[in-house]
């Protein structure tokens, strides 16, 4: 499936933080666990406005998204 134009703008834009963090030697993340796990989370409730989307429930998504095993967040 082609990827479109706002969906590239936000890979670039997690791709710049990627970067920054390797700069810094810090692990990179995966992209597409962020997406799957973080983003796309926050964009469905924002479109369906179906819950309060607090700063607790972001960290819980986050702190999800550490819990994943470490085969399913490949570095690079």
Known sequence: ?????????SRAHLATIVARA??????P???EEVIDHVVAPIVYH????????????????????????AAAKPAD
């Open 22 to 27: 390797k700069a810094r030697g810090e692990p």
């Open 46 to 69: 924002i479109l369906f406005d179906d819950c309060a989307l607090t700063p607790a429930y972001c960290r819980q998504l986050l702190g999800w998204l550490r819990s994943l095993p």
């Open 1 to 9: 499936m082609p990827r479109r134009a706002s969906g590239a703008a």
């Open 29 to 31: 993340f995966d992209i």
